[in-house]
């Protein structure tokens, strides 16, 4: 592939997290769902350990999700009653075929919770690992996700 | 436009969008003014209210300002004495036209107020939506730029 | 040089840095050797005086220090024993020539620090003012890095 070809693709993969990240805050659900490729898996086990040993509630797959609906309804429903912010920094986008690539983000996430859950507020910093897809008409979509933590602390 | 060429463009408005942050964090009112068209208009109308509500000094336009030297001499003045931090993440620029772009970025921003004031540190998250022109010399500036938020906590 | 190939400059200068600070909060100094130039300088002076004002131990050299094994043997030891943030955000980048760059990024960090410290932990904010060399390889490397603070928090 040409340099201006990797370079554009890299940069829809930038936009695409962009999406998923507004998305995420801003509560469209309808935009998250066109982040997923149908396939999606979304890895969120070493985050439900985390969620227990605080009493929250998990969502009764364990964190592992998949399919883009499956992802978008745990997202809504853990979410809900919530104001959070999610930020992501400092990719690294290699790919790995035409129509393949992969990804590291470093993140930043605060999920300030509702009046009588058992904290007030989780702030959390992990990386992203990640896989794209693009399909027959040049979109790329998240082909899978897992998060891993640094750190969180729960107040 | 050549794939190679709208890159640059969202490259040059990236870099547009870092010269804001880093001329606003260093007091930098000379190189803020080149960052703005200059019949440019701010919208911090919703961050008037919150800045009332708090008890802060709110600047006689209601935070509508109309061309450069306007939004540069408010924002002098509304940071006199504090120490702050504006960082910028996961845009998406579209281009309108040649010389037309608008994008959207996260924020975050951290004001830590003069001894004295009603409160010490406020603490925020929120969107830029903002709109871009390009002038004869292919220079870019923001022409507009309006903030929403997500979460802002007065400590 | 071309515009495709300026712009893939730019985009190899950002994901050296997103290595940089990869390496640095996973520990994984390998990498983080590979991320300097055989002979870059880490100027990290301005924050060392801001380590002796919190009774936390300096390295010998007082914040300056000299060669990619040195900078890697010092970021290891001061780095011992706590759990790390680093994100960096809004890169200005400046080709200085075919082989040589320049650049300046916003940055966060959060050190939590071991039991038995001083304080608990350090939050701090800032700028990274760099310069970048290009081996006959194509490879580019940190020549130099220097952090000045905005603002920085111990608690």
Redesign the interface.
């Known amino acids: 592939m040409?340099?201006?070809?990797?370079?554009?693709v890299?940069?829809a993969i930038?936009?695409l997290?962009?999406?998923y990240?507004?998305c995420m805050?801003?509560r469209d659900w309808a935009g998250m769902r066109d982040v997923f490729a149908g396939d999606a898996v979304m890895d969120m086990r070493e985050e439900m350990v985390r969620l227990v040993e605080a009493g929250l509630p998990v969502d009764p797959d364990g964190g592992l999700l998949r399919g883009c609906d499956a992802i978008v309804a745990a997202m809504s429903a853990s979410l809900s009653g919530t104001?959070?912010?999610h930020?992501?920094?400092?990719?690294?986008i290699e790919l790995q075929s035409a129509d393949e690539a992969t990804g590291?983000w470093?993140m930043?996430d605060?999920v300030?919770l509702p009046e009588g859950s058992p904290c007030r507020q989780l702030h959390g910093?992990g990386?992203y690992h990640e896989r794209y897809v693009r399909d027959d008409t040049g979109r790329w979509y998240i082909h899978s996700l897992r998060l891993s933590r640094?750190?969180v602390t729960l107040i």
Do not use: C, N
């Open positions: 040409e340099v201006a070809s990797r370079l554009a890299k940069e930038r936009e997290k962009a999406r990240f507004r805050d801003m104001v959070t912010v930020h992501g920094h400092m990719p690294e590291i470093a930043e605060i300030s910093y990386h640094l750190h």
